[in-house]
Structures are given as structure tokens and as C-alpha cells.
């Protein structure tokens, strides 16, 4: 099979710092890839991760991930620390839940706080938290842990936590919150947090400005609802927009730009169908909610997102990359303002089910594969 394939987009909508250490250890490098704009090597950063989920730098380069049966993991100098770092949350570590996403604080130099995104349980049920703590590296754990976040309500069921965080430039924190499955109908409702994206303080306050506050019909904290089960969120590096997508059901996946208090459809109007095939919606679009910028039939269930914005690829700079769970590939989308151009698969014949996607500060591409045995991945340029 080859490296790549190539996706028109009309077929698609159809069917505390670092002490410096020694030098890294040598990556694991693999053959050359070819795609439509660069070739590139894999690299394996760091191997024997179990069922990675997401990923993020501290300030020096060295790296965190989360593994989602509850362990926070350090990659620094190349090497993977055999300790977990102590004091995370305890988790809901069933089915699609456990510790999930990991953000660090913009301020991290002079606070050393780090935020994670996981499943927690209580009140009968589970729903997705987020708790931050300080960073203690000569110590290896989190002092000072505190939920600020707690969805509400908890459900039954294991899938649909959503959860990825993201910090915007005026420190504002947006968290991703899943319909929770069994709970799709409550995305149309406001008045919870199930499918919404949330907007929050790096305290857990409220923003002022929040499309919802000060009402007595909705959560305040509530930025945009509609939503299924947002598993990739990334900051446009030239509008300062918050794009997101989010997993279809049987067909539907989306591609989404956030708008202060819309409401992006979710189960009224979907691409999709149910598992068993049954119509959820016979309407794929209405007035008053939101339209996709791109949706996917098949699913390509879409996680983790990156806006490319490196100097390792020229090429690359202002595509977006999206890992795929469904067809194990990672996808580029090429862009003209808000609108996708085309669209190509890479890493095919690597077979494995990207989580997550990271540009990393060093300007090459950062992934996680999610599996029992997961790596940490880079794309360097072959040459």
C-alpha cells in the first residue's frame, strides 16, 4: 500500500523549568515517507506507553503524556522516565475514560501548574473533570492538586468524555465535553454540559463574557453546545480562532470554528447514521445551527489536531494534521482561509491508531499511537 493517499475534498464530504541534561538519546528513525509536499522520516521518541492519550511540552522541550489508566509520564532528554510522576487525580479508567488530556499553564516558568482533563466517578456515574496541580520535577509528582471542573451531570455509561483542553491567548481555558452516548439528546440543551465545549478561568471561574452568564436556562460555563464528543481542539495561529472536530456516529465526523454561544447541531442534524444503521436525524443541516467546515463518510474518527506552524516544514506551514483512530492514518488538510482545499493521508503502512498530534517547539510534528504497547512518535524532515 502506499505512504499516502490523496483525498479530494468533494469525495470526502460525499460518501517550574527543566535542569539541562545530557543530549537526547538517538530516536529510533524508520524509511523514508513521501507525501504530496515533503518527505519526512517516523522517529519513536519513547516506546512502552500504555494507551497514551495526550501530550504536552514544558517549556524547555521536555515532554508530558498522559496514559489513560491514570499515569502522568515524563520524556525529558529523549528518554522516557521509568517512575510516574505521583499525585495525579484518581480516575475512571473503563471503557473510553481514564486520564485523558494534559495542558500547561502559559505561566508554567513562574507557577508550574499543569492541568489534566479525566474521568472521574461519583453520583452513580462518571463524568469528565479537570484538576491542576503544581509540577515538583526534582520530586516526580503534583503538589497543590484541586478539581476545578466538574461536568455535570454524571452518567451512566464508559464513552463520550470528549476532554481535550486548550489555553487561549487571554488565559481563558476551553475544555471538550462528550454527549456521554446515552445522553445525545441533553447536546441540545445548554442547561447541562453534555456536548458542549466549555470556556473557564485557569481556576475554574467564569468568564465574564461568556455567552451564557448571568442565565438562569444554562450552565455558564457553557461556550458552545450541539456537540457529540470533541477529541481534537487547536488555536488557529494567524485568526486566534478555536477550531475543533468531533466523532460522528456511523458517518459524520466534523471539522468545526467555535462561535461564542452556537449550537453546532448535534443529534438534531448529522451526516451520520446510528451504529445499527437506524436514521438519528433525517436532516444533516437547519437554521440556527451551525454547518461543518468539512465531515467525513466514512468516519475517519478523528483525535488529537494540530495547526503545522514549524520551520523543520516549509511545506507544511498552515496545514492542519488530525490523527485518525478509524483507517490509522494521520491526515493533512490544506487550507485557504477557513475553507479546505484537499486533503491526504500519511502514514498509512504504519497501521497504527494516532491519538494525538502536537506541533512541537522544535518544528517537527509530534504524535501518540493509542495501543497496550503506544509510542511516542516525530516527523523530521528525511533530508
Known amino acids: 500500500m502506499p505512504a499516502h493517499r ?157 476532554s481535550r483542553l486548550l489555553f487561549a491567548p487571554d488565559g481563558s481555558l476551553y475544555v471538550t465535553l462528550g454527549d456521554r452516548y446515552s445522553h445525545m439528546k441533553e447536546a441540545q440543551n445548554p442547561g447541562t454540559h453534555l456536548g458542549s465545549v466549555i470556556r473557564i478561568t485557569d481556576s475554574g471561574g467564569v468568564p465574564a463574557d461568556n455567552p451564557f452568564a448571568g442565565r438562569s436556562d444554562a450552565r455558564p460555563e457553557v461556550f458552545t453546545y450541539g ?28 471539522v468545526n470554528i467555535l462561535k461564542p454561544g452556537a449550537n453546532y447541531g448535534w443529534p438534531a442534524v448529522t451526516y451520520g447514521v446510528d451504529y445499527s444503521g437506524a436514521v438519528i436525524s433525517d436532516r444533516s443541516e437547519a437554521p440556527g445551527m451551525e454547518p461543518p467546515l468539512v465531515h467525513w463518510v466514512p468516519s475517519i474518527a478523528p483525535s488529537g489536531m494540530a495547526f503545522y506552524s514549524g520551520e523543520a516544514f516549509p511545506q507544511w506551514q498552515g496545514d492542519l494534521f488530525i490523527g485518525a483512530l478509524a483507517g490509522a492514518h494521520l491526515r493533512r488538510l490544506e487550507l485557504d482561509g477557513d475553507r479546505v482545499t484537499a486533503q491526504e493521508e500519511l502514514l498509512v503502512d504504519l497501521n497504527a491508531r494516532i491519538r494525538d498530534v502536537r506541533s512541537g517547539p522544535d518544528g517537527f510534528l509530534y504524535l501518540l499511537t493509542d495501543a497496550s504497547d503506544g509510542r511516542l512518535l516525530r516527523l523530521v524532515p528525511a533530508s
Open 6 to 162: 490523496v483525498a479530494p475534498v468533494a469525495a470526502v464530504l460525499a460518501a517550574a523549568l527543566l535542569i539541562a541534561g545530557p543530549p537526547p538519546a538517538p530516536a529510533a528513525a524508520q524509511g523514508v515517507e513521501r507525501s504530496q509536499q515533503a518527505s519526512f522520516r517516523v522517529e519513536t521518541v519513547a516506546g512502552g506507553l500504555e494507551n497514551p492519550w495526550g501530550l504536552a511540552f514544558l517549556p524547555d522541550g521536555a515532554m508530558l503524556v498522559t496514559e489513560r489508566p491514570g499515569r502522568l509520564r515524563l520524556v525529558r532528554d529523549g528518554r522516557l522516565e521509568q517512575a510516574p510522576i505521583a499525585g495525579t487525580p484518581a480516575v475512571f479508567a473503563a471503557g473510553q475514560g481514564g486520564l485523558l488530556d494534559v495542558a500547561v499553564h502559559p505561566d508554567f516558568a513562574s507557577n508550574g501548574l499543569v492541568y489534566l482533563s479525566y474521568a472521574g466517578s461519583g453520583d452513580g456515574g462518571a463524568g469528565t473533570e479537570v484538576a491542576r496541580g503544581r509540577l515538583d520535577l526534582q520530586a516526580m509528582r503534583l503538589t497543590d492538586v484541586e478539581t476545578i471542573f466538574v461536568a455535570a451531570p454524571k452518567t451512566g455509561g464508559r464513552a463520550h468524555y470528549g
Open 227 to 254: 456537540h457529540r464528543n470533541v477529541q481534537g481542539m487547536a488555536l488557529h495561529p494567524q485568526t486566534g480562532a478555536v477550531w475543533t472536530h468531533e466523532h460522528g456516529p456511523r458517518g459524520g465526523d466534523e
